[in-house]
């Protein structure tokens, strides 16, 4: 069996929008990050894979100081429904922040020019729902992870979390899906990094 050991201080399972904005994170804190994904192309994978078209959000310039109607009208759809209301705020009080991250870094939030809210409501209800050209978000995620020195690595199946001597877990086993052997062992760079059992 062939084993291979990356060490990182950061691991990510799964390149998708999740695994993305966490390992640029952790990297502008000044961490040491490895993102792997199972497909061998993550720039396609997950749902986001082909491209979403709208954003959940609240622009106070848009929708008016007052995010309380916002909160209610999220919790009160169907995927409010099942989240916390902190949750719920907490997105919404974050949502323009990140995208106006996601603009200024190349994906076309402002694909008209300007904000434009259309669909994804009621007739009548609060339109919450930004518009964007999402088709290439991944493209531009890789590409803002890469900048800050993330590593990518596709064709790995995380399978199995590691854990040291305390139980803490440490890294992760992963499957290279081509040869269908144990090809790399992420490992997280652990201070007693010698308990670490990979089997
Ligand atoms: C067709 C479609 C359209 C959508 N449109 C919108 C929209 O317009 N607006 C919106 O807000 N939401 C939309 N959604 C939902 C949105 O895309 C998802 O909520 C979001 O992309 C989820 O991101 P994620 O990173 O949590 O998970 P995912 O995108 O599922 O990413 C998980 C990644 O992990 C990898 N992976 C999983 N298990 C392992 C493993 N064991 N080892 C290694 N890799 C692994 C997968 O290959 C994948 O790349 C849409 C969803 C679909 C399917």
């Known amino acids: 069996m062939r084993t291979e050991v990356v060490k990182t201080e950061v691991l990510c ?13 952790a990297s502008e804190l000044g961490a040491k ?8 192309n993550p720039m396609r994978s997950g749902c986001s894979g082909l491209g979403n078209d709208h954003f959940q959000c609240y ?6 100081a007052n995010i309380e109607e916002h909160i209610d009208e999220f919790q009160h759809s ?11 705020r907490t997105w919404l009080e974050n949502s323009f922040d990140i995208l106006k991250l996601w603009d200024e870094w190349g994906i076309p ?8 809210f259309a669909g994804h409501a009621l007739p009548g209800k609060l339109l919450t729902h930004l518009h964007y050209a999402g088709m290439d978000q991944k493209k531009v995620l890789m590409a803002q992870a890469e900048k800050r ?18 139980g803490h877990i440490s890294g992760a086993a992963t499957l290279h ?23």
């Open 177 to 199: 899906d081509l040869v269908s052997d144990l090809l790399e062992a992420a490992v997280f760079d652990h201070p007693d990094e010698s308990t670490v059992q990979i089997e």
């Open 109 to 116: 939030m402002k694909h008209k020019g300007e904000w434009e």
């Open 59 to 64: 622009i106070p310039e848009v929708h008016g």
């Open 13 to 25: 399972i799964g390149a998708g929008i999740a695994g993305l904005m966490a390992g640029i994170r």
């Open 33 to 40: 990050v490895v993102i792997i994904d199972k497909a061998g």
């Open 149 to 166: 020195g993330t590593r990518i690595m596709g064709r790995l199946m995380g399978y199995e979390l590691l854990r040291d001597g305390q």
């Open 78 to 88: 169907q995927q409010g429904s099942l989240r916390s209301k902190v949750f719920i």
